[in-house]
């Protein structure tokens, strides 16, 4: 069974930054694919960043230059650094993870970027 602990999400002022992690067991987290999706209130879900089955690291293009994806396998965890965050930013993100032919899902964490 798969499961995900998230974490680090919260309220910050534009400018700041934040770093969410998400935990996951229950997988060969080595040989997975693991991402981060974002939804606003009343928007589709979008993808925020992906290591890819070959490592290549994807970004949409609100995001790049501001935010880092990254995993530790010791530690079956994916981080996303968020710096620079703008009002825009404010969703809930969702780590992901593809693996054997199935995505899974975290529960979410909630980013409020607001002065």
């Known amino acids: 069974q798969v499961q995900f602990v998230e974490s680090g999400g919260g309220l910050v002022q534009p400018g700041g930054s934040l770093r969410p992690s998400c935990a996951v067991s229950?997988?060969?987290?080595?040989?997975?694919?693991p991402g981060w999706y974002r939804q606003a209130p009343g928007k589709q879900r979008d993808m925020v960043a992906l290591?890819?089955?070959?490592?290549?690291?994807i970004y949409d293009a609100s995001v790049k230059g501001r935010f880092t994806i990254s995993r530790d396998i010791a530690k079956n965890t994916v981080y996303l650094q968020m710096n620079n965050l703008k009002p825009g930013d404010t969703a809930v993100y969702y780590c992901?993870?593809?693996?054997?032919?199935?995505?899974?899902w975290g529960q979410g964490t909630q980013v409020t970027v607001s002065s």
């Open positions: 290591i890819t089955w070959n490592d290549e690291i």
């Open positions: 229950g997988v060969a987290f080595s040989i997975s694919a």
């Open positions: 992901s993870l593809a693996y054997k032919g199935n995505v899974y």
